[in-house]
């Protein structure tokens, strides 16, 4: 046999044999990669995270919605349902995990019942607020901001010390749902006026605070025609001095209010009153009315 024959033939066996060791040797260095999902029965809307184990290479992780990491530690939103697979590549070694993806368990609302004392109150004033949501097992109410903490009692109170719109968070659970009412209230500022003196005050100034609750008394009162029943509240019955706000209106104490309004088509819009220090009654009255 020709010797240029016996030459190539040793070269060709060379390079074979070169071949086949890279071969083995990239073989022995692909390391298949394990695969760990967390959580192991995702839903709808989770995270699922892959874990790598038997490597310590960057690796690319790529779902079957196309989205590719180099990350460690990749992270998937799982948006739909349906089967999934995730394929791990390390150099020229692959790896695929499957897993399924499940509805989101979806939790029935319901909508908090509570009563309210009133939904506005002057600065001082306090909210009076109760759950009344039909086998509630727990609830949380919650101001908005940091003004206030909040509590899980089924019936509380709460005092601002700050005027404006406050909102107030029912969170209510049952054994099969849950529920969050936002309740609106307004603090109005506490306003002290001094209204036009008379009744033989000697030119003496007098300051008045506004009072919701005895607001909306006695326009309940004035609407039943039982304005009688407002003596419990002044000093001097029907002498209380008294300013009504009504143009041309000559009132001086309770008296004349009261046969007066009983023949006028007025609304009452708000009271301010001066109480005695001693046991709270009303020594003078200041009605603002609407025709």
């Not at 969050?180 to 003496?204: A, D, L, Q, S, Y």
């Not at 039943?224 to 008294?242: A, G, M, V």
């Not at 000559?250 to 088509?265: G, H, P, Q, S, W």
Request: charge should be neutral; hydrophobic fraction near 35%.
């Amino acid at each position: 046999m020709d010797k240029s024959v016996h030459f190539t033939f040793l070269i060709a066996c060379l390079l074979a044999g070169s071949l086949l060791l890279v071969r083995c040797q990239k073989c022995k260095e692909c390391v298949l990669p394990e695969i760990v999902f967390e959580p192991a029965n995702p839903l709808v809307g989770d995270s699922v995270r892959c874990h790598i184990a038997n490597s310590n290479s960057v690796l690319e992780w790529q779902g079957s919605d196309g989205t590719v990491s180099t990350d460690s530690l990749p992270v998937f939103v799982m948006r739909d349902t349906g089967h999934y697979v995730i394929t791990a590549t390390n150099g020229n070694c692959k790896q695929t995990a499957e897993f399924s993806v499940q509805p989101a368990v979806v939790i029935p609302t319901i909508t908090p019942v509570y009563s309210i004392s009133s939904r506005e109150v002057v600065l001082g004033g306090q909210f009076v607020l109760e759950d009344n949501t039909p086998d509630a097992t727990g609830r949380t109410w919650k101001v908005e901001g940091d003004e206030l903490p909040s509590t899980t009692q089924k019936k509380t109170t709460f005092k601002f010390v700050k005027e404006g719109e406050k909102r107030i968070y029912l969170d209510v659970v049952t054994p099969i749902n849950r529920g969050r009412e936002v309740i609106t209230v307004i603090v109005k500022p506490k306003i002290i006026m001094p209204p036009p003196t008379g009744g033989g005050g000697g030119g003496r100034k007098l300051q008045f605070e506004r009072d919701d609750i005895l607001t909306a008394e006695l326009r309940s009162l004035v609407q039943k025609n039982r304005i009688k029943d407002f003596y419990n509240n002044l000093c001097d019955k029907e002498s209380t001095p008294t300013k009504v706000s009504a143009p041309g209106a000559k009132i001086a104490n309770f008296y004349d209010f009261k046969e007066t309004v009983l023949i006028r088509d007025w609304k009452i819009l708000e009271v301010m009153v001066k109480r005695a220090s001693e046991d709270g009654c009303i020594q003078e009255l200041y009605i603002k009315v609407s025709n």
